[in-house]
């Protein structure tokens, strides 16, 4: 099974009822080399899920002292392919090395 790192809306359980059906298990984690920003939501959908204007968005700044807590959760190469659906445009999903060692997949911005 893959791992995806949410550090942010995907970790409410609304958003991963809606997304996947079910809520996600896992356990927490940390990302190095990132820092977040905020990017602003305009699809609707997106918005009537998560109930936020504005989602946190990855961005690579290769200092290890940044680091970004967040959920490692357990999921299906489906539900991967449901996550993609959920994120905008403005998102892309590349696959990383977390603190703990496990490899899974995290959103970023473009």
């Not at 920003?37 to 989602?55: A, C």
């Amino acid at each position: 099974m893959p791992y995806l790192f949410s550090y942010g809306t995907l970790q409410k359980e609304q958003v991963q009822l809606e997304t996947f059906g079910r809520l996600l298990e896992g356990q927490k984690d940390i990302l190095s080399g990132y820092k977040i920003n905020m990017l602003e939501i305009t699809d609707p959908e997106v918005l009537r899920k998560s109930g936020q204007k504005y989602h946190p968005v990855l961005q690579f700044s290769g200092n290890k002292d940044d680091q970004i807590e967040g959920m490692l959760f357990d999921v299906s190469e489906t539900e991967i392919l449901q996550a993609d659906e959920y994120e905008v445009d403005d998102y892309k999903r590349i696959e990383t090395i977390f603190k703990s060692g496990k490899k899974g997949f995290i959103y970023v911005g473009k």
